[in-house]
């Protein structure tokens, strides 16, 4: 009977671990390069949004729209009235207002504001101390407001946040349910205020 010979195992290929090694580079790598590359260059990217308003992205503050503000750092839906509260801003106050009190348990994460670049009607001002207790009133400077792309003429609401950057902005004909749905899935999202 003849036996057969033990065969010696084959040496192992080292050009195969070299390829694992490159696909697993690859495969963490990748995906990060390919994203800075779409930001960088703009490419791929979703036209689809979950909000409503103008997104300020560039991290401007309310400094930056003639807004110096006082007072506990919180969301807040601010109203800009650069040539004096017209019907328009006094519809966004309200506004304001209503979508503060619309946060329900959440309120207490935000607040509403106002700022004016002229006195307010005697009258009028008695009114927001009478009905608008929790209204914040600040001093707009109209230079400083015009010089920005991001503010346009006429009254805006804003979205800032607690660091006191402009997030959101929404024009005078702006749909209440739409900026309340944006401001609680921003305070749903938010590790901050």
Known sequence: PTMNPTLAPPEPR??????????IIAVVLGPMLLASAMYRFDFWVPESRSYD??????????????????????WELLVTAPQGCTEECRQLVYLARQINIGLAREAGRAGHALATSQALEPDYAQRL?????????????TAAYSANPEAPAGPQLWIVDPHG????????KADGKAILDDLKYLLKISQIG
């Open 165 to 172: 950057n402009l997030v959101l902005r929404y024009d005078a």
């Open 53 to 74: 308003g103008a997104l300020i992205a560039n991290g401007q503050g309310r400094d930056a729209i003639g807004v110096t503000a006082t007072g506990k750092p919180h």
């Open 129 to 141: 101390e009478r009905e608008y207790p929790q209204l914040a009133r600040y001093p707009l400077d």
């Open 14 to 23: 080292r050009g195969r671990g070299r390829l694992q090694l490159l696909l």
